[in-house]
């Protein structure tokens, strides 16, 4: 897949064209991008998707502040393995935001980028004020030679599959239910940073993440089943996601920190991945460090057994 940043750089070819902003590029943006391209192949013309480095939302209410399922770069590497031959990465610009549908169809997608078909979600809306329906966009693409379709409703049993139910699903600590609406298991990255070395002290020492991109969304407080990638290893991860009350009994931020099971060396400063599989149980504050050590053994063998039967997405 070739990434455009610049429209100026639009491929020559003829496209068949999706929009969306494609946060998690979870089942149903799949669903889509699996349409547009049998679309493309029926008619001999490239797959395109367009979308924006930021949360258009962002940009036309400044206050909204975005959970994101995934970076910008891991949404290009997500989209890169679909099979797309080109994905068009914007900046929301008000020139972009301004733009009516019909402006935004005859002008940025037939005249700039040579689209032949346009795919749009269903019930997906474009253009300024989304005042305008699909019966439009049928009709402006008609006037320039552009085919709009609209896909059908994608289900996943029964699920309507979209980024907010997703993160909905997170937030009330679902995390197996999101990873199987998005398809694959939760990811967050980061730099393993020093910590307070608590753990170690109980037995089970921990690695603290960074993550650097304060947008990107983490599930609900508690302690997690996860893997943990480190280079091109696999692990067994317990994964805590809280704020330590009984050991920063004032601590206000969350953290990230993670037992990686049967792992005894040492990488600080590395960049490792955490595969979120499934919510054990709530953060909670225990009495002394001795109570707090037995649940921790108690997580470590459901963890282990919960990883051992875990079936990879396919």
């Keep these: 897949m070739q990434i455009i940043t610049d429209i100026q750089n639009a491929p020559k070819e003829q496209l068949a064209i999706t929009i969306g ?51 910008c770069e891991e949404k ?17 610009t008000p020139e972009i935001q301004n733009l009516t549908a019909e ?7 037939s005249n700039k980028l040579h689209s ?76 393993v940073v020093a910590g307070q070395q608590i753990g170690r002290t109980i037995g089970f020492p921990t690695a603290n993440i960074y993550v650097s991109n304060t947008e990107k969304k983490l599930p609900q407080l508690g302690v997690y089943a996860c893997w943990v990638l480190i280079d091109d290893d696999r692990y067994k991860g317990m994964l805590n996601i809280g704020l330590r009350p009984t050991l920063v009994p004032k601590n206000q931020r969350a953290t990230i920190e993670v037992n990686i099971i049967d792992f005894n060396q040492e990488i600080y400063g590395e960049h490792i991945a955490l595969e979120i599989v499934k919510k054990i149980r709530d953060e909670r504050k225990f009495p002394n460090m001795q109570t707090l050590k037995e649940q921790i053994e ?3 063998m459901h963890i282990i057994r919960i990883l051992d039967n875990y079936t990879p997405f396919t």
């Excluded at 402006?103 to 997608?109: R, S, T, W």
């Design 21 to 71: 902003f494609f946060d998690g590029v979870h089942r149903g943006h799949r669903f889509l991008i699996e349409n547009l391209k049998q679309i493309a192949s029926e008619k001999g013309l490239k797959t395109a998707v367009l979308t924006f480095r930021e949360h258009p939302r962002k940009i036309l209410h400044s206050e909204f502040v975005p959970e994101l399922l995934t970076t």
């Design 76 to 92: 290009m590497a997500l989209l890169s393995q679909t099979g797309l031959d080109y994905c068009i990465l914007l900046d929301f």
């Design 103 to 109: 402006e935004f169809i005859k002008d940025l997608l």
């Design 298 to 300: 108690i997580d470590k």
């Design 116 to 191: 032949k078909v346009l795919l749009t979600g269903y019930d997906n809306r474009i253009g300024k004020g989304r005042v305008d329906g699909f019966e439009q966009y049928v009709m402006y693409g008609h006037e320039v030679g552009l085919l709009v379709q609209e896909a059908e409703e994608f289900l996943y049993k029964g699920k309507q599959v979209s980024s907010s139910e997703i993160r909905r699903l997170m937030d009330e600590g679902d995390i197996s239910i999101a990873n199987q609406l998005l398809g694959s298991t939760y990811k967050i990255e980061g730099k």
